[in-house]
């Protein structure tokens, strides 16, 4: 295994989840906020599940969102 390789794929791999995912955040929000299902005050409770086929890892993240 190639260490530097190993590590710039793990990166690029994680800024994809990154951008994606602060794209749909902002989407969902900016949607509920539109339908009222928000008032844009709210601390929304998050949570990411990583896991990879092939190796017997499933790691969870929790957090909060705060809108205001």
């Not at 530097?4 to 955040?25: A, C, P």
Request: proline share 0%.
């Amino acid at each position: 295994m190639n260490d530097d390789t190993f590590n710039m794929n793990v990166r690029k791999f994680l800024k994809v989840v990154g951008v994606t995912s602060q794209r749909e955040i902002e989407h969902a929000v900016g949607n509920a906020l539109a339908a009222g299902r928000l008032k844009g005050n709210e601390r929304l409770q998050a949570r990411v599940v990583l896991t990879i086929d092939g190796l017997d890892l499933s790691h969870e993240v929790k957090g909060e969102i705060a809108l205001e």
